[in-house]
T-cell receptor, first 114, second 118 residues
Framework: AQSVTQPDIHITVSEGASLELRCNYS??????LFWYVQSPGQGLQLLLK??????LVQGIKGFEAEFKRSQSSFNLRKPSVHWSDAAEYFC????????????FGAGTRLTVKP | EAQVTQNPRYLITVTGKKLTVTCSQN?????MSWYRQDPGLGLRQIYY???????DKGDVPEGYKVSRKEKRNFPLILESPSPNQTSLYFC?????????????????FGPGTRLTVL
């Protein structure tokens, strides 16, 4: 069965510092990969997604993610974090034609220090 | 504005008292789904619906019911809530691709309903 692992439960970075959130997946074939952000009291918002092609994906709010097949990873990055980026981030994987098999990681909570 | 709404946003209830959490979307989406979010477990799917009168179980359906009588609404029903159903619940919707719930189409999430069962 496919699974998603986010090794870091909580990360704290200083405002202006770079950020990398890790995501590893286990799946028989290359799945579709997603990063969602959940701001306090809000629902989930899609940051970016990877289906095929260029392994470096650009998303909203200045985020990007890189798919590395050899490492089964899809890490999220941002070169300079803003205080408004404080939120919980979820990595998810899904089959091509099956939203019903979307698996979410446990989430990484990001705290931004002034 | 395209959105998914849920009501109530917060609910505290007691064991065994039936409750319904409503979900409504204004995007004419065929596909709708309910998730629960628990610390350390991420989101897990409870039920989903591919269209009116078409529903099916997700990963954790026990203790829940759903109905889809209208395209825009997908209520979640807890007939006899128990404390282990204390959680944060999200409704989501998306359109279909070639009649299937494709991951290619973004799921839009509601703001969540925080339920506490005492």
């Amino acid at each position: 069965a496919q699974s998603v692992t986010q090794p870091d439960i909580h990360i704290t970075v200083s405002e202006g510092a770079s950020l990398e959130l890790r995501c590893n997946y286990s799946y028989g074939a290359t799945p579709y990969l997603f990063w969602y952000v959940q701001s306090p009291g809000q629902g989930l918002q899609l940051l970016l997604k990877y289906f095929s092609g260029d392994t470096l994906v650009q998303g909203i709010k200045g985020f990007e993610a890189e798919f590395k097949r050899s490492q089964s990873s899809f890490n999220l990055r941002k070169p300079s974090v803003h205080w408004s980026d404080a939120a919980e981030y979820f990595c998810a994987v899904a089959q091509r034609y099956n939203n019903n098999d979307m698996r979410f990681g446990a989430g990484t909570r990001l705290t931004v220090k002034p | 504005e395209a959105q998914v709404t849920q009501n109530p946003r917060y609910l505290i209830t007691v064991t065994g008292k039936k409750l319904t959490v409503t979900c409504s979307q204004n995007m004419n989406h065929e596909y709708m789904s309910w998730y629960r979010q628990d610390p350390g477990l991420g989101l897990r799917q409870i039920y989903y619906s591919m269209n009116v009168e078409v529903t099916d179980k997700g990963d954790v359906p026990e203790g829940y019911k759903v109905s889809r009588k209208e395209k825009r609404n997908f209520p979640l029903i807890l007939e006899s809530p128990s404390p282990n159903q204390t959680s944060l619940y999200f409704c989501a919707s998306s359109s279909l691709v070639d009649g299937r719930a494709s991951s290619y189409n973004e799921q839009f999430f509601g703001p969540g309903t925080r339920l506490t069962v005492l």
